[in-house]
């Protein structure tokens, strides 16, 4: 049996999750913000891929936090990163984590996609979302090929930048919560609250309420039917965007099932 184990915040690194476990077969598709909630965490597969989004030139806080817990044993390890523009020194991060529980990583890939963290960059145009989700697709493929066929390659390992600017967002992100505002239209229909892989937002009769753990996923301000939610400097009526082939029940109904 293999496993394909993905955090994802607005879909893109889930669709290619779900893709690839179609593709390689015999395949089972773990949440990671589900399985790190465990006691123990145990991954044994024959192959075990763990994909993730770049965050600030590294790898999403939980996903760290869930490499350096989980006991593994598995025959291949493969670990992807979906990106808006350069995963810098993602791979290599996950390289690192399991390189001191003596684990090499045997293949490691990168899969361009929509830029999600539209606070701070804005989104993208149509065209470029169309380009990049071409991108996308023919990566996930080439990828599942690889895996298939039990690839190894390297990851390039010094990355002093790209790791000094992964640390100070882990450093600074767990106090971004502050920066959320909602406005007065929401609802309190709760999505934002069902859909956050942190179980960082809790709800009120009126509104939801942002605790530190925030990963920082966008997607609650992605996905809020209303567009209620603003971080930072976003205005209430920038576009949003999540991966226009996977609804915000897909999501968050995954995250309930597993
Ligand atoms: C907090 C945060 C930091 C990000 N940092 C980077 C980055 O350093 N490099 C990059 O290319 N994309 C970066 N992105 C974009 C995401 O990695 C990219 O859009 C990814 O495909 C989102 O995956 P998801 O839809 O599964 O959440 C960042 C996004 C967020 C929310
Ligand atoms: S998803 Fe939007 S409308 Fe619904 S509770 Fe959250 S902020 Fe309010
Ligand atoms: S609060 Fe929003 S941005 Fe933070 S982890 Fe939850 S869904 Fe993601």
Known sequence: MNKVYYFSGTGNTYWSAKKLAERIGDAA???????????????????AVFLFPAYAYGMPTMVRRFLERAEIRAGYLAALVSYGTSPGGALAEAHRVLGRKKL??????????????IPIFGAQNAELRT??????TAATEQAAAAIVSRANNRVLTFQPFASFVSALFRAAHPGMNRLFRVTA??????????????????????RPVFQKRC??????????????????????????????????GELFSVLREE
């Open 185 to 206: 239209a929401c609802n309190a229909c709760g999505l934002c609250a069902r859909i956050c892989p942190a179980g960082a937002i809790t709800m009120t009769p009126e």
């Open 215 to 248: 990963e920082q996923c966008q997607a609650c301000l992605n996905f809020c039917p209303r567009s209620a939610i603003n971080f930072g400097r976003l205005r209430a009526d920038a576009e949003r965007y999540h991966h226009p082939e996977v609804a915000a």
């Open 131 to 136: 380009r990049r989700l071409a991108l996308q």
């Open 104 to 117: 090499t990583l045997n293949y490691a890939g990168r899969i361009p996609a929509v830029e999600n963290y």
């Open 29 to 47: 598709l773990v949440s990671i913000s589900r399985e790190i909630k465990q006691p123990g965490i145990h991954v044994e597969a024959d192959a």
